[in-house]
């Protein structure tokens, strides 16, 4: 390649010569910004979205300008956050609070205290609805070891399984959710989904947002009842999913209120739906970005490839990971670069480069 650009005197190829290099520049910016977008779509989707038509150079800054800005208000990499999951017994409990984790998960169902007394608000997963741990005791015991560990403060997903459960527990939450500097999410599955999914019966949407509705801090996890396991192939969360998801939202006037909202979507469903979640999600975009939770049971059939091309599309300062450890290392989310894209890039920059060579040397015959 010829690199003597600036060495010539004579003023005619000086000029073509500063042209060169102009050209090469804005062609340069061109395919850092297209490799770039291929490696993170989202942010590309995002900024279309809110870019207009600015003169073509112009647009080129403006890109790089907002890429920036992304970056400072999404923050950093919500998949490194650490779950415990279905913490739902106090042995479990003592476990995840002496664990190197972020993230408590645990299930609230209307049962009994060692199968005694009175119905309460205990942590167990359906069909169960016996614990040795009821949910003001579980967040007591959060709420004092996280006063004993600042710095080390773990946040708490609640995950409700019936209207009633939820309904009766809001003397408690009441009592302890103003008192919480650290995370807490309230999940539920508000709505059927996939697939086919009618044995579960949803959580009542607008009795869950009235009750959430005083929680300001609260950020709202919102997902559908799903129907998956080892031995499904086929299913997705539809527009129309989406759609009803959208519609709960905004007929309860939850887009306004300045609470987070992040859908939980399973994973080997969520692997299938992405140009719905896309949709989702930008549509979404009232007072506050949300954000998904791609969470799997263990056993769970889930094609990696699409799930990790979903979760890289969105880029990890919007998905939240809460999967079995096999299954986040087969993610291998370190990777960024997979072969293909590597290949396409270093063929996209090869073939310009190969141009610029040909037509500066015939330039050069000047
Ligand atoms: C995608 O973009 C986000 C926000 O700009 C960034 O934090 C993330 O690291 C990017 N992901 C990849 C794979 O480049
Ligand atoms: C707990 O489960 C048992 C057995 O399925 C059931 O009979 C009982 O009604 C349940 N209790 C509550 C509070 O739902
Ligand atoms: C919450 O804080 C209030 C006021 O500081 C206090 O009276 C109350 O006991 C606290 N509740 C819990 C559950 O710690
Ligand atoms: C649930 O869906 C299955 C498959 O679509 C159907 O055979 C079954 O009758 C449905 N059950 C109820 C209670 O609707
Ligand atoms: C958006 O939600 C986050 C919690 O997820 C909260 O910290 C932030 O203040 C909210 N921003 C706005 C503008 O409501
Ligand atoms: C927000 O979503 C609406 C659709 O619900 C869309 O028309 C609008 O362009 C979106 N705004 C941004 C900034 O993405
Ligand atoms: C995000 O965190 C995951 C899990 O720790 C890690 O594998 C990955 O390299 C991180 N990605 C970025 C872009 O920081």
């Known amino acids: 390649m010829k690199l003597n650009w600036f060495k010539n005197s004579n003023p005619s190829l000086r ?13 340069l910016v061109l395919v850092v910004k297209i490799n770039g977008a291929a490696l993170n779509a989202t942010n590309y989707q995002y900024q279309l979205a809110e870019q207009g038509t600015p003169a073509p150079d112009l647009q080129i800054v403006d890109i790089l300008l907002e890429d920036q800005n992304m970056v400072r208000a999404w923050g950093s990499n919500l998949t490194a956050i650490t779950w415990a999951h279905a913490v739902n017994n ?3 409990l003592d476990e995840a609070l002496s664990a190197d984790i972020d993230f408590i998960e645990a299930d609230i169902s209307l049962g009994k205290l060692n199968g005694e007394g009175e119905d309460l608000p205990v942590m167990a997963h359906p069909p169960a609805n016996i ?14 070891f996280n006063r004993n560990h600042q710095g080390q403060e773990k946040g708490i997903k609640l995950d ?24 807490i999410w309230i999940n539920a599955d508000i709505l059927s989904g996939p697939v086919d999914q009618n044995k579960t019966v949803p959580v009542d949407p607008d009795r869950f947002f009235a009750g959430c509705n005083r929680y300001k801090q609260a950020v709202l996890s919102i ?4 129907n998956w396991g080892a031995d499904f192939r086929e299913g997705e969360y539809t527009e129309e999913h989406c759609n009803a998801m959208l519609e709960t939202l905004t007929q309860n006037n939850v ?34 970005e949300s954000t998904l939770t791609v969470w799997s049971s263990a056993g769970d059939y889930v094609d990696v490839a699409k799930l990790r091309k979903l979760i890289l599309g969105f880029g990890v300062s919007r998905v939240y990971l809460d999967v079995p450890e096999e299954l986040a290392a087969e993610l291998d989310l370190g990777n960024t670069r997979n072969g293909a894209s590597t290949y396409k890039s270093l063929f996209g920059f090869g073939f310009v480069s190969l141009c610029f060579w040909a037509i500066s ?3 050069q015959r000047f």
């Not at 000029?15 to 062609?27: A, D, N, P, W």
């Not at 614990?131 to 004092?144: C, G, K, R, V, W």
């Not at 009633?164 to 500097?181: K, R, W, Y």
């Not at 859908?263 to 979640?277: C, H, K, M, T, Y």
């Open 361 to 363: 040397s015939w330039l």
């Open 160 to 183: 409700f399984k019936s209207i009633e459960v939820f309904e009766g527990s809001l003397d408690i939450l009441d009592a302890n959710i103003p008192n919480m500097t650290y995370p």
């Open 90 to 92: 106090q042995q479990l």
């Open 131 to 144: 614990s040795d741990l009821t949910l003001a005791e579980f967040l007591n015991q959060i709420m004092d």
């Open 15 to 27: 000029k073509m010569h500063v042209m060169q290099i102009q050209l090469i520049t804005v062609l």
């Open 255 to 288: 887009l306004f209120t300045g609470q987070g909202i992040t859908f939980p979507v399973r994973a080997g469903i969520a692997a299938n739906s992405e140009d719905q979640l896309h949709k989702l999600v930008a549509s979404v975009n009232g007072t506050n």
């Open 223 to 226: 997902g559908w009842t799903t």
